[in-house]
């Protein structure tokens, strides 16, 4: 997510830091001259979804249609190198504030961004739904930054200065953000205060590195895969911290969690392989165990070079389990084809799920869903 092209929005992310993976989407942009101009995007997710036993009499299967995620993407450039976003995401219930960030470039290897965005992390959690293999919010097993922290979706509030250097092939980010939201059953700051909870009020920080030594990746945001558009061979590491960044009732704890990731993608005769993996660790300073743990993913895909009709094909498997301090491990297995009309603006795709949580009976899920961006 580089010369910051103000018609590619669908990431929520205007600027040099999109070029990699946003070139492909175009939204509508007016011109005012002087390097001046706004511009709007819009995305999509709908699914359909049978869950095992997810009927009203608990032993049917569910079938269920829904809109998983409606965005609106709105940019402006007051100058070449100051420009802004504002993106929306619908909740269920409401639409809310998804990203809000004035952004100053200096130059590819000197950015700043304020306001409200997604902080350093993971390649899933910086790759978002519309971005992941076989896409949706499946970033909740292993990759847990954005399902148990920040104000929604991930997001938080705070800046970030980030940079691409080695012609792209090294990026870095660091920021400084409000944090407090770690863990189910943790408290937001305010509620804290509320509870007269004995804690300090410490900022988190958080950072990422990243190295690519096939195709360069550069921006601040990123992809889980690029459909055999690139030749990726890389390595990430991120990592978050927080003192007294755990709050419950009973007492605070310091919060640390951090990973490695690795991405390689490579074009061959009929296709592209790609191979991903990815460790996790969190620290609640037991406060709360049960979001503290180590945690793994990985993930197996091909993308057929062969079109069939309007699109190609990209089978998936994809592994995920995260071990909780409580002894209590939660795994999910997926199995899935895409069916790639347009890159990420235009999917179909089909994934069966199978999640285990020890001491509970398995479940299963089959899901039909449509990505459509603009």
């Known amino acids: 997510m580089r010369t910051i092209s103000l018609h590619h929005l669908a990431r929520g992310a205007i600027g040099i830091a999109c070029l990699s993976v946003l070139q492909a989407h175009a939204g509508a942009t007016i011109s005012m001259g002087d390097d001046r101009s706004v511009s709007v995007g819009f995305g999509m997710r709908a699914s359909y979804a049978s869950i095992e036993n997810g009927a009203p009499d608990g032993s049917s299967h569910s079938n269920d249609f829904n809109l998983d995620s409606a965005r609106i993407f709105l940019g402006a450039a007051l ?160 990592a978050r911290t927080q003192k007294d960044g755990v709050l419950t009732a009973a007492r605070s704890g310091d919060y640390l969690g951090y990973n490695v990731d690795f991405l390689l993608e490579k074009k061959l005769p009929g296709g592209a392989v790609g191979v991903e993996a990815a460790w996790y660790r969190y620290d609640t300073g037991n406060v709360v165990r049960s979001e503290q743990g180590d945690a793994w993913s990985t993930g197996l895909s091909w993308v057929f070079g062969q079109a069939i009709g309007v699109g190609k094909l990209q089978p998936f498997v994809r592994l995920q389990k995260f071990a909780a301090d409580t002894g209590i491990d939660q795994r999910q297995d997926d199995v899935g084809v895409n069916y790639i009309i347009s890159g990420y603006n235009a999917q179909v795709g089909a994934v069966y799920s199978r999640t285990r949580v020890t001491g509970q009976a398995s479940n299963s899920k089959f899901v039909v869903a449509l990505q459509a961006q603009y």
């Open 79 to 238: 100058t070449k190198n100051i420009k802004g976003m504002l993106n929306t995401e619908w909740d269920g219930e409401q639409i809310r504030v998804l990203d809000a960030a004035a952004m100053f470039s200096v130059s590819p290897e000197l950015n700043v961004w304020a306001g409200r965005l997604l902080s350093p992390s993971d390649r899933a959690n910086m790759a978002g739904p519309y971005y992941s293999l076989g896409g949706g919010y499946w970033a909740g097993v292993a990759s847990r930054y954005g399902y148990n922290g920040g104000i929604f979706r991930g997001r938080d509030d705070g800046v970030v200065v980030w940079g691409n250097a080695m012609d792209g092939k090294l990026g870095y980010s660091f920021g400084a953000f409000e944090g407090h939201t770690f863990g189910i059953g943790s408290l937001t700051q305010s509620q804290a205060r509320a509870a007269h909870v004995d804690a300090g009020d410490s900022l988190m920080y958080a950072g990422r590195l990243q190295l690519d030594l096939w195709d360069a990746e550069p921006g601040y945001y990123g992809t889980g895969n690029y459909l055999g558009d690139k030749d990726i061979l890389a390595f990430g590491v991120a």
